[in-house]
């Protein structure tokens, strides 16, 4: 073994992968491995988040059964089997090959048992690269006021700041549309549209549910292309707290 043993292509990600992030957890898909000194494999893990965001982290076996040891305190049983041990022949091609294989669907079936990835030893482990995060995560009609006013939809959006802050905001889509201008005088065109605006039966399951998966794609597409909140509106659109603060630590004679 002398560098990299296998690649799938660092440009292409398998539909699979792409189809659990939709779903709404993390897709998971080794794509190298490669010798490292003392006779190792490093496994080279690319990742997706429900947001879609995707990123390489580079891992050995031993680093994911020292994760499994930890996740196995809480999840306990619910954990799926990791791939066995091998004393002697651990880079044989067949070990190799057989071992990413049991890895991707070990990991795959960790990411379905902490879809969320509240476990701070998973957190350290896939390490996510921080930025901002929105998620969709409840919706409520309001009924109009009067025959005349049509009700409107308002979504409860969870936003995830870079440090793991996290708090709820509610907006309708119209919120969405006034918001979208100025975004795009600012992101360009790369920012995805907007879901189709309703005319009738904008409170049929069916439009909100397709809704809320498009408003989720569009905010998160913003947030990507703007990681550090430069745009105003768009800070003032997720209700960004202040998170800093100040105290007098001590004093100073003039």
């Known amino acids: 073994y002398h560098g990299s043993l296998h690649a799938r292509g660092w440009s292409r990600l398998s539909e699979a992968v792409l189809a659990m992030a939709s779903l709404g957890r993390y897709g998971v898909e080794v794509v190298e491995k490669t ?12 990742l997706t988040s429900p ?6 982290i580079c891992k050995r076996y031993c680093e994911i059964r020292k994760l499994h040891r930890k996740l196995r305190s809480r999840f306990s049983n619910a954990l799926p089997p990791m791939p066995a041990k091998k004393l002697w022949g651990s880079q044989d091609h067949a070990v190799v090959a057989e071992r990413e294989v049991g890895l991707r669907h070990y990991l795959d079936g960790v990411f379905q048992v902490d879809t969320e990835v509240q476990t701070p030893a998973l957190r350290v ?25 049509s009700g409107h939809t308002m979504y ?52 909100i549910a397709e809704r809320r998966a498009g408003l989720e794609q569009y905010l998160n597409a913003a947030l990507r ?19 800093y603060s100040a105290r007098i630590v001590g004093t100073e004679a003039e």
């Open 156 to 207: 409860t959006i969870k936003v995830t700041n870079p440090h793991g802050k996290t708090w709820d905001i509610r907006k309708r889509y119209s919120d969405f549309s006034d918001l979208d201008p100025r975004l795009r005088t600012s992101l360009g065109q790369g920012l995805p549209p907007l879901p189709p605006r309703w005319t009738y039966g904008n409170q049929d399951p069916e439009v």
């Open 125 to 149: 482990f896939i390490q996510s690269p921080r930025r901002y995060t929105a998620q969709v995560v409840g919706h409520a009609i309001v009924q109009g006021h009067s025959l005349l006013e």
């Open 35 to 46: 010798a490292v000194r003392g006779g190792h494999i490093a496994y080279t893990i690319r």
């Open 51 to 56: 947001q879609g965001d995707t990123w390489s």
């Open 225 to 243: 292309m703007d990681r550090e909140l430069v745009n105003i509106a768009l800070r003032v659109f997720l209700q960004v707290p202040n998170f």
